[in-house]
Structures are given as structure tokens and as C-alpha cells.
């Protein structure tokens, strides 16, 4: 175990604590007598095993005494304890609050692993954290008191005590109790290796069971063989069905040649037509082509007499235009003399302007006086609203407040309520039992009755000769019989079986047993109802005494843990009430100011406007709206003087841009006008030139045509057909014949040159495809073949690794069956835990002749298990006959060899206040081998009162007032 933190409120001397260990290395903790030094190992102990140091020491004891104490709130003392035990952390937490009346004190507990900084809940519950951090520690607390923590008056205690305590403790040291475990341990792979070697020789078995690789082989070569065979007939017959499927591939071909040659033969008939059509085609276009120039005249002179009809369209319009042009300009210029002045309609602006600027600063101003009215009657309104909140938590909390201090008066009550519906529990669950236990016996005796009655049956002189025997077994030949007062002269015979007599007397005595049982069983049940009546009366008359007290049922909470949450929640309900009632207060006064500054100021500044309003026998909201209204009355009379003054200057703008415009328009018309005059006439030029040469040039194409034999109808037709593309198809067409022909002959002279070597009637396909199955079923074959011969050789390779892997196995076991022996021998804890001791005291003897300059050396007794002290004389003592000093040292020295011995779990230790009986050198040697640890991995704490002492030590932790430090 290894401190990390310890945290510490109101417990023993120690009125606050927060303590952060260090890692390794020594450090004393100092301070006056009282100041609280022992309370910290105190804490530590009573934060793991949750009992006192000192077991004299009350639970009510170990809270401060100077803790605070009051029915409200009862002292409480609190412990927080981070320690780590084989690389897991662990956090304890432990609280004992003091009850309100007596001395007893209540104690909690839980225990937490923590895991990446998150504490994690094991274990809650006093037992239940006791159980789970012994466990984990591996130590009782004795042995932890006598090795880890030794506190005052308990450094010396392993030395002084008896063998029998002795052996206990190192027995808790050494863990023996694994003994048995490590036994059962290899047992079980005993087990494991003897199931493994048996699985092994299975697996062999079966693998020498298969076919072997040398039966194998003798078929995979005989299927060899045949595919040699199959792949010969299967090339000769390739070499035939080759030949075959070329004879028929020419014939095909043949056949198709001679009728492309037929196709392309009548084509021919049909193209040579169509290429006479193309020449004449051909011939039109040519002249077409010469004569373009006619069809382009033409066009031309169909757009000139367009254009001509277009422009006179047009002079008609430009004509009409300027007509328009000159009547709307001179009705511009007369409108433009009737337009007024607009300096009337300005002065009357001006005079409505000034009007709206005084009305909206009356407006304005009383605007602003009316809020500032209205607000104050807002804050009013708040004012109460907030005052009767206030009113309304003032009635909430009272109530709230009696029930709390009822429950307080009345929590000795409540705590007995609780305490006897516990026993109340505990008799409910005790009478279960009782049933139970008593249903199991009553039904075991049906079973023995049962029996007894079938062994009558069988035998019903049974019960005469079984107490006949008992009877018989205590008397002698010649003694007087207790029944009939005769001698005895001798002993009666019976004919039933003695395994018959025996078994009804294991059954008569059973009987007994079970009829006891169910009348005990009935003793308790009677004994359980009674208390259960007697509790059930008292908690009905404790409710009864609640409800005169309180008004309020018991049964509201399930446990006195519930009510006192529920009675915290109340108070923090109270204190939540309470601060909002403040809080209402406060503002209510803020509120209250605030109101006095808005009327203040409304007098002020706003007065005198307010009270000419009120004068006038008016509202100020009623003035407001009137004020708007003539407001709104002057901007629409200002907005239509402005519309017409806008309006009349626009007008006048506009007509003076109008009569500018059309004049300007009326120039450029006049002037298009007769620019199109002049292009009418230079188009009729034009065009009587255009009709003269075209009548030319017509003549000339029909002297032509006749030339070619061609009528004008058909070259109107010619000219616009596509030709047929027949002259050239033509020579294409005779190219492919001739070609056809050619390659015709040369097949017929190939066909005639392919080898026959087929017998008539054979199907060579056939034969091939059946040759060709017949070899894939060869190769299927031989690959199977192949594979089981892999598989034959793999499992023969199998036996063999799985052989050596056997011979392996049975020497494991042979070394398991072995080490089963030994450890489960009974001297077998013995001899391991004399060796490990023996270590330990040698160790130990090292330290001890470090601190004492060699003076003295320690040895152990397996036999009688006590050391023994020797000195450099040679002399032997037992450590009883040492003296306080010497006892010290020793037992320091056998402390420090177990902690350096199991670093691994005993990784700190704690001495308090050992060192009184050490001389002024043992004292200086002792601090001399102590600051040797600064080093090591175990931590050393060493509690001292002596100055003189802790001065070697750089770290130090001064203790005063219950409140430690480091310094």
C-alpha cells in the first residue's frame, strides 16, 4: 500500500487536513505533544479498516471536540483517503456524524477505484468497504498495525509477540493461503496436459486410418499413362476435324461467291441506265453554271422594284408627318400663352410651414409628458404587484418553517419510527425463514414416516425388535428385568434383519430430530409473532404521537436518510424564499425612488404646458389626438399647393421641351423627305438598265440547249436533280465481278487440293468430342489424384510433428504430475514459509548491523518460530530479554527488511514515536540509515516529537492546532 492523498475534517486532533504524500523516500512529520501527529496514522488506519487504532477508543470519541454541534447540524467528522495497491488506485471515504442524543455516532462508507482522474464506485456500506480493502491490501488489520502503520507503544509489538501470533502474521504476509491455490493451479494443467496428449494420439489414430502415399502413387501412374494415350488419339483426330471443317468452310464459301457474282451482274443492268440520266444531269448543270448570271438579274430586278415600292410607301408617310409635325406646334406654342404665375401659391406655403413647425412642437412636448405620466404609473402598479409577491413568499416560507422545526423537535421519534420498522423487517424476514425452515423439515419428515411405514410393511415385528435391542443392550443374564421385577434368565430371539433394525433405528432417530425441530420452529414462530404484534403497536403509537406533533403522516419517506434530504431540501427552499424576499424588498425601494424622480421631473420641465392643457378643460391625450389632426390637416394642404406648384412648373416645362422638339423633328423630316425623292429616281434608272441585258443573255442559253439536244422543260428539271452517282457505281460494279470471278476459281482449285483421309460413314466431330470428354476425365482424375497424394504426404508429415509434439507433452506431464506431488505435500507451507522468513531475517540482521555498527545480528527459529539476537561475542538472546532500546532497533530493522522484501505490497511504513528509548548515537545511526532510503521505492513516514531528530531530514511536515504543513 502506497499513500498518494489524505484529506481530513474534525477527526482525533485534526481539525483540517489536506496531505499530498510524497512518492518515495522519508519524511517526519513534527510538532508538539497534542498537535495532532498520531491522528493522521490514526486517520489512515481507521479510512481503511474503519475501526480505531486503539480499539478502546468509541465511535464518538474520534470526532474533534471542538467540532461544531447543534440538533441542526450534528458534528461530523470526515475522511478522504487516496492510496494504490498494485498499480490500481483506490479512493475511501468514510464519515461518522454524532448523534443527536447519547454518545453513539453513525458511520458511512464507500469505496471508489479511480481510473483515468474518474472515481468509480465499488463498494458502499461499512462491512462491505471493510471486507473489499482488506482484500485488496492482502492484510488483517492487526497484521497491518504490526507491519505498515506502527503506531504508538506498537513498534516493538512483532518482536514481543507469541509464536502463535507470530506465525499468523507472517502467514498474512507471506499469503499462504495461495498455497493451496498454486496446488489447484497445476492441477488443472495437469489435467490440461493429460486432455491435450489424449487429443494428440486421437488425432494420430486417425490419420494413419487414410489411404498411404505409396498406393497412391502407383495409381496416379497408371492414370498418367492414359492421358498419354487419350492425348494422342485426341491430336489425330484435331488433325482430321481440321481437314473436315476446312472442306465444308471452302464449300460455304463457294456457294457464297457464285451468288454475289449473280447479284452483282443484274446490278449492272440497272446502273448502266441510270448513268446516261447523270450525263444529261451533268451537262444542264454545266449551263446553269454559265448562265448564273440570268437568275442572279432576275432576283436583282425583283428587289429594285421592291425597294422602288417601298420608298414612295414611305414619302406618302414623311409627307403626312410634317403635316402633323407643324398643326401640333402651333398648338403647343398657343397652350404655352395660357399658363399662369405661381408666386400666390408660395406666400401661402410659407404661412402653413411656420403653423406645422409650432403645432408638432406642442405635440412633441406633450408627448413626452404623457409618457413620462404614464410611467410613473407603471412603477406605481410595480410597486404593489411587487409588495404583494412579497406578501405571497412571506405566507409560502412560514409554513415551511413549522414543519422543519417540527420535524427537528420531533426527530428522537422519528429516529425510533425508523429503528423499529428496521426490527420490524428483520422479524418479518426472521418469520419467512422460520416457515421456510419449518416447510422443509415438516416435508423431510412426511418423507421418514413414509419410509418407516414401508419398512413395516416388510418387516412389522420392526418396531418390538428395535426396543427390544435398546432395552436388552444395557442388561445382563440374571439381573432383575425393570419391567416385571423377574431374573433374567435369558434374552429373547427376533427373525428381523440387523441392516433392516439398523435402518428403522436411523429413521426412528431422524423422526425424533425433525419432531424437535418443528416444535422449536413453532417456539420461534409463536416468539417472532409476539415481537411482531409488539412492534407493529409501537409503530402505530409513534405515528399517532407524529401526527399529534406534527400534522404529518410518518409513511411519507422510506427512510430517516430520505427525510433528512427532504428536510435539507426544505431549509434550502426556506434560504431560496428568503433571498428572493430580499430581493423583492430591494427592488421595491428602487422602484419607490425611481417614482419620486419621474414625478419631480414632470413638474419640472412639463408643468406649465400640462396645466395650460388642464386649464383649457381638456385631456392630454385629447389634446395630443387634436394636435395630430391639425398636423395632419396642414401637410395635406402644403402637400397640394405643393402639387400644383410642382404641376404648373412641369407643365410649363414640358410644353417648352415639346415645341423645341417638334421643331427640331419637323427640320430632319423635311430634309428625309426629300433625300427619298431622290433615291426613288435614281432606282428606276437602274432597273431599265437591268432589263435591257437580261433579255440578251436569255436568247443566248436557248441556242444552246438546242445545241445539246436538250428542251428548255428539261433543263428547268435537270438543273435542280442530284445525279445518281451511277458512272462511277458503274466502274466500282465491273471491278467487283471481275474480282469475284478470280477469287472463285482460286477456291475451287483449293478444294480441290484438301487431303480426304476420313472413312465414310465416320462422324469425325463426334469422335473428336468423345476423345476430348475421355481426356478431361483423365486429367480430373489425375488431379484428384495428385491432391490426395499432397494430402497423404501432409498427414504423414502431421504424424510426424504431431509425434514430437506428443513426446513433448508427456514430458510436461511428466514434470506437472511431478510438482503436484511436491507442492501438495503437508510439509510442503512449512518448508516455504521458513525459507521466505529465513530470507526476511537476514535481510533484516544486514540492517540491524548497519544501525548498531555490527554489534548485533538476528536469527531465526523454523521450530520454535522466535528470533534470536546475537552479539559480536558471539552471544545469543532471545528478543524478550532485550532491552526497550535494543527492541527497537530490532523490530525497526525486521519492519524495514518486510518492506523492502515485498516492495510490491507493503510499499510504505509509518513508526510513531518509536525512538524514546534509543540513546543519543542509536538515534544518529538510526537517522543515518533512514536518509540512506531517500533513494528507495517504499515511502518512510516517521513521527517525532524530538527537534534534535527530525533536523537530518529535509522534508518535514509540522503539525499544530490540527492543521498540518509542509516546511
Known sequence: MKPIRLRVENFLGLRELDLEFPEHGVFVITGRNGAGK??????????LYGIPLRASRASSTLINRNAAHSTDRPAEARIVFVFSQHGSTYEVQRILSKKVRGDSAEHDAVLYQVRDGIA?????????????????????????????????????ELIEAKPEKRREIFDSILETEYLDRAVGLVREDLRAVESEVTAIEDQISALRTERSSHEISHQLSEVERSVQEAERQ???????????????????????????ATTVEQSLGDLRRKAEEDLKIRIAKALALEFSDLDQSAREIERIVKEIDQARVQSQKMTSEVERIKLELAKNKEELTTLGKTDELLERRGQLSARLIDLEAEKSALQVSYEKLKLCLQVSN?????????????????????????????????????????????????????????????????????????????FPDAVIAFYTNQLLSALELHQTCPICGNEIMEFAQHTVPDEALLMFRSLEQRRLYLDEVLDEHRGYESAVLARKKVLEREIDKLKIRFQELTGDSLEEAESL????????????????????????????????????????????????LLQSVVGRGKKISERIREAEQEILDLRQRLAEIDAAIENNTAKRQALENRISSNETLLQVTT?????????????????????????????????????????????ATYRNKQEFGALERVQNLEGQAAQLRKTLEQKRQQLASVPVDVVEGVDVKNEFERWNVEYKKLLQRQGELRAALDQALASEEKITELERHLSKKLAEREVLATLSKHLGAKAFPDFYRSVMITEIIDAASGLLGEMTEGRFSLAFEPETFRFVVFTDEGQASDTHLLSGGEKVLVSLAVAFAISQHFAGSLESIFVDEGFAQLDKDNNTRLAEYLLNLEDGAVLVGIITHSEEFAVNFNRRLFVSNGRAAWA
Not at 462491505?128 to 513498534?155: C, D, H, M, W, Y
Not at 427552499?573 to 421595491?588: C, H, K, R, S
Not at 422602484?591 to 413638474?603: A, C, F, N, P, T
Request: aromatic letters at 4%; charged letters at 35%; proline letters at 1%.
Open 38 to 47: 498520531s491522528s493522521i496514522l490514526e486517520a489512515m488506519y481507521f479510512a
Open 382 to 458: 410595480e410597486v404593489r404587484k411587487l409588495a404583494s409577491d412579497l406578501r405571497v413568499l412571506e405566507n409560502r416560507v412560514s409554513p415551511i418553517r413549522r414543519k422543519v422545526e417540527a420535524l427537528r423537535n420531533s426527530w428522537s421519534l422519528i429516529e425510533d419510527f425508523y429503528e423499529k420498522i428496521g426490527e420490524l423487517s428483520e422479524a418479518e424476514s426472521d418469520l419467512e425463514r422460520i416457515k421456510a425452515e419449518a416447510a422443509a423439515a415438516n416435508h423431510e419428515l412426511k418423507e421418514v414416516r413414509k419410509k418407516m411405514k414401508e419398512l413395516l410393511e416388510e
Open 120 to 156: 468509480r464506485p465499488l463498494q458502499s456500506g461499512v462491512e462491505k468497504v471493510n471486507r473489499a480493502v482488506e482484500k485488496i491490501l492482502g492484510l488483517k488489520p492487526e497484521v497491518f498495525a504490526s507491519t505498515v502503520l506502527l503506531g504508538q507503544g506498537k513498534v516493538t
Open 234 to 260: 485426341l491430336s489425330v483426330w484435331q488433325g482430321k476435324l481440321a481437314n473436315w471443317q476446312q472442306i465444308e468452310s471452302l464449300r460455304a464459301e463457294i456457294s457464297e461467291l457464285e451468288s454475289r
Open 561 to 608: 436518510e430520505i427525510l433528512e434530504e427532504r428536510i435539507k431540501g426544505w431549509q434550502k427552499e426556506i434560504d431560496g424564499i428568503t433571498q428572493q424576499a430580499q430581493y423583492l424588498q430591494q427592488t421595491i425601494e428602487a422602484k419607490r425612488e425611481q417614482l419620486r424622480e419621474l414625478s419631480k421631473l414632470v413638474r419640472s420641465e412639463y408643468g406649465a
Open 671 to 715: 430634309r428625309q423627305l426629300e433625300e427619298i425623292s431622290e433615291t426613288i429616281r435614281e432606282k428606276e434608272q437602274l432597273l431599265n438598265s437591268l432589263q435591257t441585258s437580261t433579255a440578251k443573255r436569255r436568247s443566248a442559253l436557248e441556242v444552246r440547249l438546242a445545241e445539246e439536244g436538250i428542251s428548255l422543260a428539261e433543263f
